[in-house]
Every structure is written in structure tokens, then in C-alpha cells.
T-cell receptor, first 112, second 112 residues
Framework: DTEVTQTPKHLVMGMTNKKSLKCEQHMGHRAMYWYKQKAKKPPELMFVYSYEKLSINESVPSRFSPECPNSSLLNLHLHALQPEDSALYLC???????????FGPGTRLLVL | QKEVEQNSGPLSVPEGAIASLNCTYSDRGSQSFFWYRQYSGKSPELIMFIYSNGDKEDGRFTAQLNKASQYVSLLIRDSQPSDSATYLCAVMSGGSNYKLTFGKGTLLTVNP
């Protein structure tokens, strides 16, 4: 079973709101990822966690704050977002950092 | 800048035909190659991965890799309307910074 779950499926937030996206996997994978995908564009890597430690931050603005509470969970905390941050936010996981990545269903975010 | 190039399409084939999707990459140190299928509004779904030169078959799908030419392709035999989607080629770079770089995707339409 290669299931990654994400909540919520949809999120609408104002520019002054604080919200969080959640991602969970129970496959024993040790690497987890956040991607951002705009319409008709490929996914763009935001963050990589390997063994619960932040391995890569692709120069993402500080209004996006990742957190990995344990090996199964990955959060993305959102604060003071801009309308241009509206996108599909994808979580992925892999057994190890360099291995095949499996994507969750995504959270579609709209910032008003 | 590590690049992955795909013909954006759209590629239109009749039902039952072979669809051929192509991808080239710039980083000679790339180690792993992936094809993801993405339906409109959904998340990427892994179709195939290939690590070694040659062909790899899985049902109606065949991935082909030629590292000397820095070329990877996906053939879909007996194409079905349900295969209509965007196909993303993704390449994992080598070295110590394992990062999945996506092409822009090829939109495939299979006409009944």
C-alpha cells in the first residue's frame, strides 16, 4: 500500500489567517516532501525531511513553515500568505531520500 | 541548471494506438527516472520507474532509457481514453543532493 493522506482537501484563507496543512503516511517511509504546483506547471519542491530532519529548503518564504512531529506526519504551517500562493500543495514520501516518491492527493489552497 | 525537457503537446492518438512520450535531461549524473500520470485537478500518480539502460515493461506501459543520449521515453500500447492525462517525466539527480526534477509534462489525449 503506497498511500499518503492529506488534509484538508480544500482550503480558503485570508491573507491574515494562520492555517496548517497535514500529511500522513504509514508506510514506514523516512523521507517526506512538500511540493507546490500551479496550474499547468510541474510540481516545485519546497521542503524535504529525511529522518525527521529538514534536509532541503528550496528558499521558500518564511510565511511557509514546515514541521515534522514524527516519522509519519508532516505539517505545513501557513501565515500571512499572498494571493499568488494559491496552488495545489502536494505531500510525497519515499522509503529513503533518494528513492521513488509517492504523492498524496494534495490540498487545493485559495488565498483571498 | 539541471533541466528536463518534454514536448508539451498536446499529443493526440486514436484509441488502440501506441502513444509515445519523450523526455531528455541535461544532468549526466542522473540516476533514476520516473514517469508520473496526472489527471486534471488530481495529484501525480507513479506509472513507471527505470534505473538501467534498456526497456522496462509493465502491462501496457514500457519505459525506455538511453543514458548515453540522455533520453527516456514512455510507450503506452493499446491506448485507452482513460489514459488521457498529463504525463510528467521526472529525473533524480545524483551526488549528495537527491532532488527530483520534473519536466513540464506532455498532455496526452486518446480519442475514442
Amino acid at each position: 500500500d503506497t498511500e499518503v493522506t492529506q488534509t484538508p482537501k480544500h482550503l480558503v484563507m485570508g491573507m491574515t489567517n494562520k492555517k496548517s496543512l497535514k500529511c500522513e503516511q504509514h508506510m514506514g517511509h523516512r523521507a517526506m516532501y512538500w511540493y507546490k504546483q500551479k496550474a499547468k506547471k510541474p510540481p516545485e519542491l519546497m521542503f524535504v525531511y529525511s529522518y525527521e530532519k529538514l534536509s532541503i529548503n528550496e528558499s521558500v518564504p518564511s510565511r511557509f513553515s514546515p514541521e515534522c512531529p514524527n516519522s509519519s506526519l508532516l505539517n505545513l504551517h501557513l501565515h500571512a500568505l499572498q494571493p499568488e500562493d494559491s496552488a495545489l500543495y502536494l505531500c510525497a514520501s519515499s522509503e529513503q531520500y533518494e528513492e521513488t516518491q509517492y504523492f498524496g492527493p494534495g490540498t487545493r489552497l485559495l488565498v483571498l | 541548471q539541471k533541466e528536463v525537457e518534454q514536448n508539451s503537446g498536446p499529443l493526440s492518438v486514436p484509441e488502440g494506438a501506441i502513444a509515445s512520450l519523450n523526455c531528455t535531461y541535461s544532468d549526466r549524473g542522473s540516476q533514476s527516472f520516473f514517469w508520473y500520470r496526472q489527471y486534471s485537478g488530481k495529484s501525480p500518480e507513479l506509472i513507471m520507474f527505470i534505473y538501467s539502460n534498456g526497456d522496462k515493461e509493465d502491462g501496457r506501459f514500457t519505459a525506455q532509457l538511453n543514458k548515453a543520449s540522455q533520453y527516456v521515453s514512455l510507450l503506452i500500447r493499446d491506448s485507452q481514453p482513460s489514459d488521457s492525462a498529463t504525463y510528467l517525466c521526472a529525473v533524480m539527480s545524483g551526488g549528495s543532493n537527491y532532488k527530483l526534477t520534473f519536466g513540464k509534462g506532455t498532455l496526452l489525449t486518446v480519442n475514442p
